[in-house]
């Protein structure tokens, strides 16, 4: 059971360059996130998914988009990647929470992600 | 979601209880308080949440003040393994909740030998 990974663990790129960086999950959660950290900070959500072929917007969600064709995988693309996109890219799991239940979220190792 | 304010660091001598505060003084009825922390580098991992009762698991307990305007989080017997960023966030729990986190800065918790 690897619970959350994300792919690549490192990247750099130039200004303007397109990436995309992966999600996967073998915990068959429904629901599935993106956060950005930067230094010093705490994480900021960019998007988010409730279930397979839905996503929606979080508090950062310029410049990127996602996609959640398959329940356990949850992509985010940068189309242009500027300087700005420069932090540590988190992704996050869980199943919906009920009434008076919580379930947690399970977060990934997390993708250093550098723009020149 | 109530904004919460944490200190942003804190010591304590291993082997000693870590307790720390969080203050959520415009917390709502239906909104639950949840802990997180970071340890370095690593994603977030979850230790414990409740409403207004306090509430104990293996990591930690949770002292929720009657009011429910602050919390505290206390590490009975703090290791070096616990010196990590502790995030206190509150939202609304329920399942027309999508789960989102906002995380603020929380507290730098540092354990000395």
């Known amino acids: 059971n690897a619970g959350v990974t994300q792919t690549p663990k490192f990247r750099v790129l130039k200004t303007g360059q397109s990436m995309t960086l992966l999600c996967a999950q073998d915990?068959?959660?429904?629901?599935m996130y993106w956060y950005r950290q930067d230094p010093g900070m705490g994480l900021r959500l960019i998007h988010y998914?409730?279930?397979?072929?839905?996503?929606a917007k979080g508090e950062v969600p310029d410049g990127y988009n996602v996609s959640r064709l398959k329940k356990q995988n949850f992509l985010l693309g940068l189309e242009s990647a500027a300087p700005s996109q420069t932090s540590v890219y988190f992704c996050?799991?869980?199943?919906?929470?009920?009434?008076?239940?919580?379930?947690?979220?399970?977060f990934g190792p997390g993708t250093r992600l550098t723009v020149l | 979601d109530a904004k919460t304010t944490q200190p942003p660091s804190m010591d304590c001598a291993e082997g000693r209880a870590a307790n720390l505060p969080c203050n959520h003084s415009?917390?709502?009825?239906?909104?639950?308080v949840y802990w997180y922390r970071q340890i370095h580098s690593q994603g977030p991992q979850y230790i414990i949440h409740?409403?207004?009762n306090n509430e104990t698991n293996e990591m930690a307990s949770l002292i929720i003040t009657e009011d429910r305007k602050s919390s505290t989080l206390i590490l009975p017997h703090a290791t070096l393994r616990d010196t990590a960023v502790y995030y206190c966030?509150?939202?609304?729990?329920?399942?027309?909740?999508?789960?989102?986190?906002?995380f603020g800065q929380g507290t730098t918790l540092q354990v000395k030998p």
């Open positions: 409740g409403l207004k």
């Open positions: 966030i509150v939202r609304v729990a329920g399942s027309s909740n999508t789960g989102k986190l906002i």
């Open positions: 998914s409730v279930g397979e072929g839905t996503t």
């Open positions: 915990m068959n959660h429904e629901y």
């Open positions: 415009t917390i709502s009825g239906n909104e639950y």
């Open positions: 996050a799991s869980s199943y919906p929470s009920g009434v008076t239940s919580y379930n947690e979220q399970f």
